[in-house]
C-alpha cells in the first residue's frame, strides 16, 4: 500500500486483496471478467481505482465510487468513472470501487462478497489517507442502484468486520450519498439486487439482515439520498423507508425527491 504518490496519480487501479481474495472459490474456466460497453461483469479481481484533483485543488475530502447494476454487474462509466471525475473538479478524490458480483461459482458465501469488498475499500483509504492526500476523517461513500444497497450496508453493518481488520481502522464512512437506491429486501425490494445477494429462497433473518432501513442506529454516518418518484425499477420507497429511519434514529439526513426521472439517471 505504500505507493509514492506520482503512481497513485497514474489512477491505476489497485488490487484490494493483492495476498488472495478472501472467501473465494477457484472461478470456472468460463467465468472470466468481461467488460461490454458501459458495464463490467464476472469480476474475480476487485480493484480500488483512484482519481485526483488537478494540482492545488485538492480540499482533503474522499469519495468512494460503488457503480451500480443490480449486483449482476457494474456501470462503471456514468456511475463510476464520469462520478469520480466529476468530483475532482469540486476537489475531492474519489476512488472507484470495482467489487466483486455475489455468485456462488467464485464465493463460498455470496452474501458477504460485495460488502467485504467495501469494507476493504474503506479500509485502504483510510490506512492509506497520507499517501492519497486526504482526511481519515473526511472518507464518505456514494453508491447507485445496486451500489446504493451497497453503500447503505457498508454505512449501517460497519461494526462488524467482514474482513481481517488486524489494527481496528475505522470501517464507518464519514457521510453517504445513495442515488435511486436499493434499500429494502422487503415488500419494496428489487427482486433482482436481492435474489442476486441473497438467493431465490432466503431466511427471514437474512431479509432483514439486509434490509437496511431495519439496521440504522444513531451511529449511522449522515446521509444526502436522491430518487426520482417515477422511478420504476427500484421504487422511490426505498428511500422514503430509509429517510423515515435515519430522522428516527437522529441521524443527520437529507432527500431529494423529483416529479420524474425514472432509474439511471
Do not use: W
Not at 474503506?122 to 444497497?149: D, L
Not at 436481492?194 to 454516518?221: A, C, F, H
Request: hydrophobic residues 40%; glycine residues 8%; proline residues 8%.
Amino acid at each position: 500500500m505504500l505507493l509514492s504518490f506520482s503512481v497513485f496519480a497514474q489512477q491505476k487501479p489497485i488490487l484490494l486483496y493483492p495476498n488472495g481474495v478472501p472467501n473465494s472459490k477457484k472461478a470456472p474456466a468460463n467465468y472470466v471478467e468481461k467488460r461490454e460497453g458501459y458495464s463490467v461483469s464476472l469480476v474475480t479481481d476487485p480493484t480500488i481505482t483512484p482519481y485526483f484533483p488537478g494540482k492545488g485543488k485538492a480540499n482533503g475530502t474522499a469519495v468512494i465510487v460503488f457503480p451500480g447494476g443490480g449486483y449482476i454487474n457494474l456501470t462503471v462509466t456514468y456511475e463510476g468513472e464520469d462520478i469520480a471525475k466529476a468530483f475532482n473538479k469540486i476537489g475531492v478524490t474519489a476512488f472507484v470501487v470495482k467489487y466483486r458480483l455475489p455468485s456462488d461459482e467464485i464465493m463460498v458465501d455470496k452474501t458477504i462478497g460485495p460488502l467485504q469488498d467495501a469494507q476493504r475499500a474503506i479500509q485502504i483509504v483510510r490506512e492509506g489517507a497520507a499517501e492519497f492526500g486526504v482526511k481519515p476523517n473526511k472518507i464518505g461513500i456514494i453508491g447507485f442502484s445496486a451500489g446504493g444497497h451497497l453503500a447503505s450496508t457498508l454505512a449501517t453493518h460497519f461494526k462488524k468486520a467482514v474482513i481481517a481488520n488486524p489494527t481496528n481502522i475505522s470501517l464507518r464512512p464519514d457521510f453517504a450519498m445513495l442515488i435511486y437506491p436499493v434499500i429494502t429486501f422487503g415488500p419494496y425490494a428489487h427482486a433482482g439486487s436481492r435474489e442476486n445477494l441473497i438467493g431465490k429462497n432466503p431466511s427471514q433473518e437474512l431479509i432483514d439482515l439486509y434490509s437496511n432501513e431495519k439496521q440504522v442506529t444513531p451511529d449511522t454516518p449522515p446521509c444526502f439520498i436522491i430518487h426520482a418518484e417515477n422511478d420504476d425499477t427500484v421504487p422511490v420507497q426505498n428511500a422514503l423507508l430509509f429517510y423515515d429511519a435515519l430522522l428516527k434514529n437522529n441521524v443527520k439526513a437529507e432527500m431529494h425527491l423529483f416529479q420524474e426521472g425514472g432509474h439511471g439517471f
